[in-house]
């Protein structure tokens, strides 16, 4: 069983920074793409950035330069720096992750929660 856990959450205000963490535990070979997803209130799912095996990333347009994300494949962990954040980025963040365990599955953690004040 894989399981992944997010953590770093909260509320912050305008201008302000946070960092998220998601651990992958469980019977684990490799993690090949690990992604951010972020769902604000009476709106889609949508795909922040993304991360493959070798380090290569991908932004929103409405993130980048502000967003970093990155991963410590030794801990199985991915984090998503999260700096100048807006209003706009209030959302449940949450992280996917492609594994193989005993075979290969797509992962979603519980989610965390954002909140940035004006």
């Known amino acids: 069983q894989v399981q992944l856990v997010e953590s770093g959450g909260g509320l912050v205000r305008a201008g302000g920074s946070l960092r998220l963490s998601c651990a992958a535990s469980?019977?684990?070979?490799?993690?090949?793409?690990m992604n951010w997803y972020r769902q604000a209130p009476g709106k889609q799912r949508e795909l922040v950035t993304s991360?493959?095996?070798?380090?290569?990333?991908n932004y929103a347009d409405s993130v980048k330069g502000r967003f970093t994300i990155s991963r410590d494949n030794a801990k199985n962990t991915v984090y998503l720096q999260m700096e100048r954040l807006k209003p706009e980025d209030s959302a449940v963040y949450y992280c996917w992750a492609r594994i193989w365990g005993t075979d290969l599955g797509d992962y979603w953690g519980q989610g965390t929660r954002v909140t940035v004040s004006s």
């Open positions: 991360i493959t095996t070798s380090g290569s990333t």
């Open positions: 469980g019977r684990i070979t490799v993690i090949n793409s």
